[in-house]
């Protein structure tokens, strides 16, 4: 359905994607992951043919679009970041508004733009001036302009930001079921959210994909560890090999030597697994003296943040 090859966008000298590339099938929901300035927004923004790439190629349903711009367009509802305010229109105004931009069939507009005002739970206000409104009802009529004209792809740009926690559960649910007819791609810098909603997740960072996977292997490769934090005096060095005697665990990290002689190390084992009994023991006949244990609680937000950190794929 859209294919991404090796595309850069640069600003100047800024690059802000850099060689990414990605395929998309038909009737996914994609999360594009990544924190502020990695490079969702620009990512799509040439997906939506508003802006060029530098160098690469863009294809949506079989036409690229820098050569069949019009198909390709077609094809796609955008939802740009941020809620733009076209302050003096009520919400069907508004929708009508976007029908004929759109061209929808002279014939047909008000019975479609009645349906779309129907699906996103606008009826309600339908009347009222979108200034008017809350920020979560000016999101829907933001999701309202993208579906006109029958797109088969969505493309929506941080749909839940500025959003309180009750809008952002309706939002979700919305674009949960929007999912069921479209090929939805929606960026976030919120994991969890993007867990939530979608069954596919590409990490941006900086400009470059840093990982793509399904929500249940990247929770599983972030928070795959459980980390014990150990201070101790091994006046015999014996923490080198302390990974051959007790075998949960899966790494040994130093992570300062402190002016005492005491050293402080990170553990790992897998996320089942507390260590700290067997070290209590273990370390004892070793004739390592403990000072400090404790364990570490990864959120999934923190392990996000490692992975961005760690960079590489
Ligand atoms: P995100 O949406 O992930 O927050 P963006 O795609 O908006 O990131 O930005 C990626 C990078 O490109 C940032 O470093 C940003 O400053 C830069 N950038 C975005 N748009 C422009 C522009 N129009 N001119 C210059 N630099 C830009
Ligand atoms: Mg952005």
């Known amino acids: 359905m859209i294919e991404v090859k090796n595309v850069t966008k640069k600003y100047g000298s800024t690059i802000a994607v850099d060689n990414i590339s990605f395929k998309i099938k038909e009737g996914e929901i994609v999360g594009l992951l990544g924190p502020n300035g990695a490079g969702k927004s620009t990512t799509m923004n040439m997906l ?21 711009p019009k198909k390709a367009k077609a094809q796609i509802g955008y939802m740009p970041e941020g809620v733009p305010l076209y302050s003096d229109l ?21 019975e479609k733009v009645e349906k779309i005002i129907e699906q996103t739970g606008l009826k309600e206000v ?19 302009g993208a579906l006109v004209g029958e797109p088969k792809i969505l493309i929506l740009d941080e749909p839940t930001v500025g959003l309180d926690p009750k809008q952002i559960t309706e939002i979700r649910a ?35 994909i840093i990982a793509e996977d399904t929500p249940e292997n990247l ?16 006046p015999e060095n014996k923490m080198e090999t302390i990974k051959e005697k007790i075998t949960q665990i899966k790494d040994v990290k130093l992570v300062k030597e402190n002016e005492d002689g005491t050293k402080q190390y990170i553990l790992e084992s897998d996320k089942d697994v507390d260590l700290r009994k067997i070290i209590f023991t273990e370390l004892a006949k070793e004739n390592i003296t403990i000072f400090e244990m404790k364990n570490e609680d990864i959120t999934l937000e923190d392990a996000f943040m490692k992975l961005i950190e760690g960079g590489k794929k």
């Open 174 to 208: 919305l674009i949960k079921e929007l999912g069921k007819t479209h090929t939805v791609i929606l960026s976030s810098h919120i994991l969890s959210e993007v867990s939530q909603i979608c069954n596919k997740v590409i990490i941006i960072n900086k400009g470059k």
């Open 48 to 68: 939506t043919g508003y802006i060029e790439t530098t160098e690469g190629q863009i294809i949506i349903a079989g036409n690229d679009i820098s050569k069949k």
């Open 90 to 110: 009520t919400v069907k105004e508004f929708v009508t508004y976007m029908a004929e931009l759109k061209k929808v069939d002279r014939k047909t507009r008000k």
């Open 126 to 144: 339908e009347k009222k001036l979108t200034r008017n409104l809350s920020r979560g009802y000016k999101q829907r009529v933001s999701m309202a």
């Open 219 to 234: 929770e599983k490769k972030v928070s795959g560890n459980n980390n014990t934090y150990l201070t101790v005096e091994d």
